[in-house]
């Protein structure tokens, strides 16, 4: 049976862990070969080498989003490799933990670049191929903390808000060019950032992160990548400039505790 990625060519941006190696993993399995685009290059290599073992289409490209002529070199690599570019999935972000008073002008630059400017890089140099095309597909990684505010997570929180009305201006520009874009909004996802938020406790940190949720746990990078895979997919054919949260229920939430007298 045909997957529902049948011959597309794809690029995943942080394909090399997470978020990005579950989707770029999905892709291959729906039928989509993938540019595996990542800082580390042995990451990078890992998710290309079972892709392949398992009988798929995809090449490994060490490169940074924040890097222009890197962004550019990823979408010729595409081309040069399978002939065309159907979908973006702009997914590298990064945040850096501090109090905006006590953040520096560097650490604010750096996120800002990875984040926002990475997410806008990948559609400047894609979106030319898919107008050439006809067609085309960007997902953009947003997240929860582009609709909210975390303490001490400033930088990230104006990044990923930009990210997200970034998404609505592209799919706006090219609707009438067969190009969707839409963006996701994970809440807290199981993977490296246990170990790097946590701080030397990532059992500690999955256990408040998943307790603050509703659903009572943290989500797991399938759950992203399911619905990447739906927007990449012709099923969202009717679906632009729109955002999705993937959060377990804590955007549901006012933040404010349960009313005396009632247990849920
Ligand atoms: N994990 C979460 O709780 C969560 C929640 C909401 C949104 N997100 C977003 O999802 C995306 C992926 O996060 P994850 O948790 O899967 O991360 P992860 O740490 O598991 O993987 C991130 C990958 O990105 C690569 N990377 C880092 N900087 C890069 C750069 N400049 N250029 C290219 N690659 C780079 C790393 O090498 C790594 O392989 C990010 O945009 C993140 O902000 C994550």
Partial sequence: MAGKLQNKIAIVTAGGSGIGAATARRFAREGAAVVIADLSGSRAERVRSDIVSAGGRAVAFKMDVADPEAVEATVKLAIDSFGRLDILFNNAGMAEVSLIHETSLESWQRVLAVTLTGTFLGMKYAIPVMRRQGSGVVVNTASISGIRGDYGMGSYNAAKAGVINLTRTAALENARHGIRVNCVCPGAINTRVAEILGKGHPDEFRQRMGAAHPVGRMG?????????????????????????????????STGLPQMPGIQS
């Fill in 220 to 252: 797991e990078a399938d759950e992203i990548a399911n619905m990447v895979t739906f927007l990449a997919s012709d099923e969202a054919s009717f679906i632009t400039g729109a955002s999705f949260v993937v959060d377990g229920g804590v955007t549901a």
